[in-house]
């Protein structure tokens, strides 16, 4: 048996430029880190050779991966061509929430896959195949950072070029700062879900011909930029307003990013304590990440959005993994 793990993301400025419809023309950056929150999948060999076996939230068997039912179990087993094998998926929080869940998915089952077939495959090579099976080959409309953020783990600035290659740079700060970082984020779940897709064929669409919304990605991208400096000379505090300035503008790049109760959960937040924050993924629900300096804030914050499940918000180091080989 082996078992792989990926951790989710928390973006927190750039999303949206790892469109190709954007950096394949613009170029595109976005800073984020993995959280302790993953995706585990663990393979064994079937007692059957002729059969595959999937336990996810449902249960299939086929002999042959064209009847898969599952997308990316799909096209990763007709990848692969792997077969008399069992292959069981659990994660620490459900799908849709936008933490990236998909794409730590798709990068854990690649890992699995290579492993078991005692084949070499680097960090980056994960990534990169994660994202041609994802936008390529199933033609979901998203963008690169999810994969590498999967793949990679840590604080990380992505750097996105127009010839397709990812610039991966760690965000070096002092340990004070990374804990600072870690006590003053907080995270609440709206108890809503979504499908990020609808919201971002609207987005991608607008990215090819909207120039205010372009322009307003663009910014986007400076502003990423900005914050990397700010965090690299500890500057943690500079978190904060960045959160604010970047839900502002992306919010305005799609309808159904936002909604009344995200919006009225949001103020709440701001009138006590809260500096800044946003929706974490595509939009329309998931969880509600806010920068808190202040321990007293922090009280308060909780207080405040006390009906809704608060998620401890715990820095990730590892990016993807087998966590056991027997």
């Given at each position: 048996?082996?078992?792989?793990r ?14 190709p419809?954007f950096y394949e023309k ?5 800073l984020s ?7 585990y999948?663990?393979i064994?060999?079937a007692f ?9 939230s ?6 042959d991966p ?16 792997t ?6 998926s659990?994660?620490?929080i459900?799908a849709g ?18 492993t078991?077939?005692e084949?070499?495959?680097s960090?980056y090579k994960?990534?990169?195949?994660a994202?041609e ?14 994969q ?8 990380r ?5 127009p010839?397709?290659?990812?610039k991966?740079e ?9 804990k600072?970082?870690q ?18 064929k609207?987005?991608t ?21 900005e ?5 690299e000379q500890?500057?943690v ?8 300035r ?11 990013i936002?909604n009344?109760l ?6 709440k937040?701001?009138?006590n304590?809260?500096v ?9 629900g ?5 920068y808190?300096?202040t321990?007293e ?9 006390s009906s ?5 918000f715990?820095l990730d180091?590892?990016g993807v ?6």
């Amino acid at each position: 048996m082996i078992i792989s793990r990926a951790p989710f993301r928390v973006s927190f400025c750039g999303g949206g430029s790892d469109i190709p419809s954007f950096y394949e023309k613009y170029g595109g950056c976005v800073l984020s880190t993995s959280i302790r929150k993953y995706v585990y999948l663990a393979i064994n060999k079937a007692f059957n050779a002729n059969t595959i076996t999937l336990k996810y939230s449902q249960t299939e068997v086929v002999t042959d991966p064209c009847d898969i039912q599952h997308r990316v179990f799909k096209q990763v087993f007709s990848d692969f061509g792997t077969k008399g094998v069992e292959v069981t998926s659990m994660a620490d929080i459900p799908a849709g929430t936008g933490l990236g869940s998909s794409s730590s998915f798709t990068v854990a089952l690649l890992k699995l896959l290579y492993t078991y077939n005692e084949k070499a495959a680097s960090t980056y090579k994960i990534a990169k195949e994660a994202c041609e099976v994802e936008i390529n080959k199933l033609g979901n409309p998203i963008g690169k950072q999810d994969q590498f953020a999967a793949a990679y783990g840590g604080l990380r600035f992505y750097e996105f070029f127009p010839d397709g290659f990812v610039k991966v740079e760690p965000v070096i700060m002092k340990h004070e700062s990374y804990k600072k970082m870690q006590n003053n984020l907080l995270m609440f779940y709206t108890g809503l879900t979504h499908n990020a897709n609808t919201i971002l064929k609207e987005e991608t669409k607008s990215l090819k011909s909207n120039r205010d919304k372009i322009e307003a990605t663009k910014k986007l991208c400076d502003m990423t930029r900005e914050l990397k400096y700010s965090l690299e000379q500890n500057n943690v505090d500079a978190l904060g307003e960045t959160l604010k300035r970047s839900w502002e503008i992306k919010r305005s790049l799609a309808t159904g990013i936002s909604n009344p109760l995200i919006d009225n959960l949001y103020q709440k937040a701001l009138e006590n304590g809260a500096v800044g924050g946003k929706l974490l993924g595509a939009g329309g629900g998931g969880f509600l990440l806010f920068y808190v300096p202040t321990e007293e804030g922090r009280r308060n914050v909780r207080k405040a959005l006390s009906s809704y499940q608060e998620m401890p918000f715990e820095l990730d180091q590892s990016g993807v993994s087998i966590i056991f080989m027997d």
